[in-house]
Every structure is written in structure tokens, then in C-alpha cells.
């Protein structure tokens, strides 16, 4: 049997194949346990060390734009609402994310990690701020070793914290860092119900994570994809009836639950019919950034034989 060496996140949504209790009938699943999942990305992307693996959008969007010899499926195993993902030094005069424009913020980790694509596309899209105005300072490196940013993207000066940078005013505010400080506070007030009210007037709902899988075992296995999408929408069944049932459900439990009861649907779908707005709209994003010179369309950034699959 064709065995698969595989990178993903013990999630309520992926437990069940985790644990063995779900199997595919195809293949099998070699689970390698990764730390970090960000480790597994840049794994995959400068090595191709996996023949599955969850992948975080943008570094996706970007590796696919440098040529890497993988394929997502319209599995979409993370999303989250960003507006809470920007916090600011409350010291510094800063009213509206517009008076942003003119200083330096912080991004932890890269440009292209998914959190500040979408943090930044909330400040651009709705609040007028110009992205191409803010210095943005970069605590790590890339996982798309070969990507270069805009000019307004540099590199954090050697020895320093973005947390104590941002606590004592040196930098304006951060997207991506958790930070309990007199001064810091999130920039966007309510951000929880400002997430959920773009839900409620636009389907706003961002994708964070896909999974990808290794060109050459798409390309010699051609039932390959739709059998890996049928046992993770299998999967994902399965956690959303227990989500209706959990008495004490975690903070990413209940986060599902709230978005099931503002849509009436599925809080996780799989599939690019339920997905497609919101990935235009990261694709929007990565281009608009800068990430992405010449943007995939859609259907050329997912796998022959998915384009009709919903699960």
C-alpha cells in the first residue's frame, strides 16, 4: 500500500485521522509529529520533505509564484479573524489605523506569514490606511527562501525584540505578537465582534491553512486527490456534529459554534464553491502586497479532478 509521509495539526477536525479511528482506503497516512507547524511549511517548501502537508495561504501563493513542486486541494484546515491580530503603543498619539502611515510596524515572523496578509488587507480595505506609507520590520525570515519584498520591508535590527520595540514606542504598533503591557492595547477595539460582523454583512471568513501535496505522486496516482479529499471531509464531518454537542468546548471550538450559528452552515467547509470569495480575496491581498507579482487564478492553484469536490 502506498504510504504517505504527512504533516498536519492535531485539530478536532483532523483527530480522527490522527488517531487512526479514520483511515483512507488507498493509502496510508506515516503522520511525522512537527513541533511547530510553521516548521513543516518551510520544510516542505525548501525541501519537499513531505509527501502531505498543511501549508499556511500566502506561503502557498508565494511558493507556487517561485515554482515548487506542489498542489494544494481544497482543504482549508485553519481559519481566523484578524482584526485583533494588530496591537499599538497607546503612548504614541495614534487615534485611527491611519495614523499608522508614516511609521514603522512591526510583523512577526515574515511578510508573507498569513496573519499579517490579512490583518493588513483589514487595514487597507477598512480603514483607507496606505500599506506602501508604514516601514514594515520583520523579527525571522521567509519560509519562499527565494521571495524579496517591497522596499518598504526591512529586516529587524540585530539584538533587538519586536515586544520590548513596541512596549517602549520605537516601533508604532505589530501584527502577529501576543504582549501583556501597560502601553499595548489592540489597535481595532471589539475586534472579536468586528470579525464576526464582517461575517455576519459579507461572508467575510479567512483561510488561513490548505494542504498541499507533492506534484509527482498527484501526477502518477490520479485518484490520489479526490481520495485524500474524502477522508479529511470525512474527518471534518465527524468533529462539526460533535461541535453541536461539546458541553465545554475550547476557544477554537467556540469560535466554530459562533460561526455555525451566524451561517447556519458548516463552520469549516471544504471545497472551492464555499471558498472561492475568500480566496480571490487572498489572492487580491498577496498581489496588492506585494507577495505575488503575477497572481494564480483560483482553479490554477488546486489540483485536477478537486474543482467540484465540496465536502
Known sequence: MLKLRTAIQTLGHTQDLKDGSLKPQGFAFEFEEV??????FRRMV???????????????????????????LPIFLV???????????????????????????????????TTGVWARGVLQHEH??????????LSGDEHVAEYRGPAN????EKGKKL????????????????????DVSPLIPNAKA??????????????????????????????????????????KRRYVERLKHIAEPSATDKRYQEVMEITGADPLPYGLA??????????????????????????????????????
Request: some cysteine.
Open 274 to 311: 464555499p471558498n472561492r470569495k475568500m480566496m480571490e480575496m487572498v489572492i487580491r491581498l498577496a498581489g496588492e502586497q506585494g507577495i505575488v507579482a503575477h497572481p494564480h487564478t483560483v482553479d490554477e492553484l488546486f489540483a485536477r479532478g478537486t474543482h467540484e469536490l465540496v465536502g
Open 79 to 113: 481559519r481566523a479573524f484578524h482584526h485583533g491580530a494588530i496591537l499599538h503603543n497607546t503612548t504614541l498619539g495614534i487615534r485611527h489605523p491611519k495614523d499608522l502611515e508614516g511609521r514603522r510596524v512591526g510583523v512577526n515572523r515574515g511578510y508573507t506569514v
Open 194 to 235: 468586528a470579525g464576526f460582523a464582517a461575517l455576519k454583512s459579507s461572508g467575510y471568513y479567512p483561510i488561513n491553512h490548505t494542504l498541499v501535496v507533492r506534484d509527482e505522486l498527484l501526477e502518477a496516482h490520479p485518484g490520489l486527490a479526490l481520495e485524500i479529499f474524502e477522508v479529511f471531509a470525512a474527518a
Open 163 to 182: 515586544e520590548d520595540m513596541l512596549a517602549s514606542g520605537e516601533i508604532a504598533a505589530a501584527t502577529g505578537l501576543t504582549l501583556e503591557h501597560p
Open 153 to 156: 520591508v526591512v529586516a529587524l
Open 35 to 40: 513541533p511547530a507547524i510553521i516548521q513543516a
Open 46 to 72: 525548501r525541501a519537499s520533505e513531505f509527501d502531505i502537508s498543511e501549508m499556511a495561504m500566502t506561503t502557498y501563493l508565494c511558493a507556487r509564484a517561485h515554482g515548487k513542486r506542489f498542489t494544494a
Open 128 to 137: 483607507g490606511v496606505d500599506l506602501a506609507k508604514i516601514t514594515w520590520v
